[in-house]
């Protein structure tokens, strides 16, 4: 079940812009206008609250103008700065859609019901989106293709991600998973 009090990261504050205290911000709003639209944001631990008091988008970054950071100090000190709003401030979704973030802590299993691990979240490095698996007794997560192929089912209800690994080739051209077992004959 979705925990409305569960932060959500909406932006990231990046570097100052000029001097009177403006910042460029990363969000990760569909709009990026719509990071403003949520009210009050907060840090990570909810102990800074930051309203934007202003907003222009151009093609290449988001500046904004916080209520109380007058200067280029007090606006470099914010960078990396993660801009949150509880779940519950999202708008309601239409039966059968999500948030990526509902995904964190999901179950992931194969289409048989045996567990790949716990999705840890959803990542883009800037090749399209990728669900990212904690495993367990590994260090290193596996990243797996956002695509209904990969994944295709989430169910919110239920806890469950079903996850389709790809099927890779290794340097004999034998088939192999994602996770590396190559099956003998």
């Known amino acids: 079940m979705v925990d409305p009090d569960r932060l959500i990261l909406l932006g990231e504050i990046g570097s100052a812009h000029g001097i009177k205290g403006e910042v460029s911000i990363r969000t990760f709003t ?3 206008a719509d990071i ?12 800074r609250t930051f309203k934007i008091a202003g907003l222009r988008v151009s093609a290449k970054a988001v500046i904004a103008r916080l209520q109380g950071v007058d200067d280029r100090t007090a606006a470099e000190k914010l960078r990396n700065t993660g801009l949150y709003v509880k779940r519950s401030q999202l708008p309601e979704l239409e039966p059968g859609a999500y948030y990526y973030e509902d995904l ?12 790949l691990g716990t999705v840890v ?25 956002f695509t209904k192929e990969a994944v295709p089912a989430v169910d919110i209800e239920t806890g ?7 099927k890779f080739a290794d340097d004999d051209g034998e088939a192999g998973t994602a996770d590396g077992l190559v099956e003998e004959e």
Do not use: F, W
């Open 30 to 32: 569909e709009d990026p």
């Open 36 to 47: 403003a639209a949520y009210g009050p944001l907060s840090d990570k631990a909810g102990k």
């Open 104 to 115: 964190a802590g999901l179950a992931a299993v194969d289409p048989d019901g045996s567990v």
């Open 121 to 145: 979240g959803v990542v883009n490095y800037g090749a399209g989106d990728l669900v990212e698996i904690s495993r367990p007794g590994e260090r290193e997560t596996l990243l797996v293709p």
């Open 160 to 166: 469950r991600v079903t996850v389709v690994l790809p």
